[in-house]
């Protein structure tokens, strides 16, 4: 099995357990890792024959940007079901990070999600 990701993608949303965090825009940063069987595009050397990280990325703005959660995991989680949408995909691993909420760390989650 190999391995489609995207790594660092910073997106601005609404999310978060205080009320405060769900009225302005925060970044949140995504890295995205699929489990995927690149066999056929690797022969064929054709985009249709594997999948297409900016689908993925357009899945995780979509969700960031859009309604708010107020968990991480609910938002991870959301991001990794609809990028399992897609049947030849195995096993996708969503971790987000919120960065604006500590000047000395950066908590965040790692969601793993199999078919």
């Known amino acids: 099995m190999d391995t489609i990701f995207i790594r660092d993608l910073k997106l601005r949303g609404k999310h978060g357990v205080y009320d405060e965090e769900r009225t302005r825009e925060q970044e949140f940063v995504l890295d995205i890792a699929i489990d995927f069987d690149t066999g056929?595009?690797?022969?064929?050397?054709?985009?249709?024959d594997t999948v297409n990280y900016a689908t993925f990325?357009?899945?995780?703005?979509?969700?960031?940007?859009?309604?708010?959660?107020?968990?991480?995991?609910?938002l991870a989680d959301v991001v990794a079901t609809k990028i399992l949408e897609d049947a030849?995909?195995?096993?996708?691993?969503v971790t987000?990070?919120?960065t604006e909420m500590y000047k000395d760390c950066t908590p965040g989650v790692t969601v793993i999600r199999s078919r």
């Open 57 to 74: 990325r357009k899945i995780a703005k979509e969700v960031v940007e859009g309604p708010s959660f107020k968990l991480l995991e609910k």
């Open 40 to 48: 056929k595009a690797v022969v064929s050397d054709n985009i249709a």
């Open 88 to 93: 030849r995909i195995s096993r996708v691993t």
């Open 96 to 98: 987000v990070r919120k």
